[in-house]
Each structure stands twice: as C-alpha cells, then as structure tokens.
C-alpha cells in the first residue's frame, strides 16, 4: 500500500514522526512535503496529496496543518476526494466504514503524536462497508458532477 502525506509548516515534525511509524509498519510512504516549518501555504500540499489518490500514485493519503481542517477543505475541493479530519480513533474508524474516506486529515495542534498513530492505526484497518452507504457515496459523486439527487 502507497500512502502520499503532505503537511503545512505547522505539521511537519508530526508528518515526519508518522512517516517513520508507517515504515516501520513496513508501508510505502510518498512524502509530498512541506520539509520544514517555514511558513507555507496548506492548499498547496493538501491539492499534491489529492491529486496522487485521484491519479492512483498512491492508495490513500494522509494529510496534516494546524487543525486538520484546512487541509481538510482543500483536499475535498478536489473530485474523488473524501478527507475527513479525525482527532480520534472511532471517527477515522468510521470515516472508513461508512464514508469511504480515502484522505485522513490530522491536526498537529490538536493531537499528540502518540494519539495521531492511534488514529492513523484505527482510520487503516477500517474497511469500508459497502451498502447503504455506497448509495451515499454515489450521491457525492453526484453533487461532484453537479447531478441533482
């Protein structure tokens, strides 16, 4: 499995820190950037890691700024996006299950880093559920392509 993870300045130690977890998990790890906490801006990361899912470069992604919310936003203004931003394990869990999140957003001013493997952990073993909530993710696409439901 390739996991693409980005960041903003404020999510670089954290991203570095998950980026060693995942190797030694024995994952493929594609580090879009940012590479040091020099200010930036977190569209640009969030929108690199979007486009390696919705290009299959990469399987999932995870990305990280201040709040996990930035990153969040931008990330789904991209189609086939689905970035949750989990600051727990049971919503990343569920984030999978029923929403079929394929970007996992986490903020590094928010979580430790300790909680943030746990909620990575939860968010990759969770397999989507398929079912009722495939029509809702049909329905996404749909609001994608600007369909009326």
Same mark, same amino acid.
């Given at each position: 499995m390739n996991i693409a993870l980005g960041c903003d300045h404020a999510g %670089?130690?954290?991203?570095?820190e998950l980026i060693a977890y995942l190797a030694?998990?024995?994952l493929s790890v594609i580090d879009k950037g940012a590479h040091s906490p020099?200010?930036?801006?977190?569209? %640009?990361?969030?929108?690199?890691?979007a486009d390696a899912v919705v290009n299959k470069e990469a399987d999932l992604g995870i990305l990280i700024c201040g709040?996990?919310?930035?990153?969040?936003?931008?990330?789904n203004k991209v189609n086939g996006i689905r970035?949750?931003?989990?600051?727990?394990?049971?919503?990343?869990? %569920?984030?999978?299950?029923h929403n079929d999140s394929n970007i996992l957003?986490?903020?590094a001013r928010v979580v430790g880093a300790e909680l943030a493997k746990m909620i990575v952990d939860a968010w990759l073993d969770a397999r989507f559920s398929g079912g009722v909530h495939q029509e809702r993710i049909d329905m996404?696409?749909?609001i994608?392509?600007?369909k009326r439901l």
């Open positions: %670089v130690l954290l991203k570095n030694d998990k024995k020099d200010r930036v801006h977190y569209p %640009v990361y969030a929108k690199l890691v709040s996990g919310i930035g990153v969040s936003i931008a990330a970035a949750a931003v989990c600051s727990e394990p049971y919503s990343a869990r %569920v984030s999978k299950e957003a986490i903020g996404l696409a749909a994608e392509q600007g």
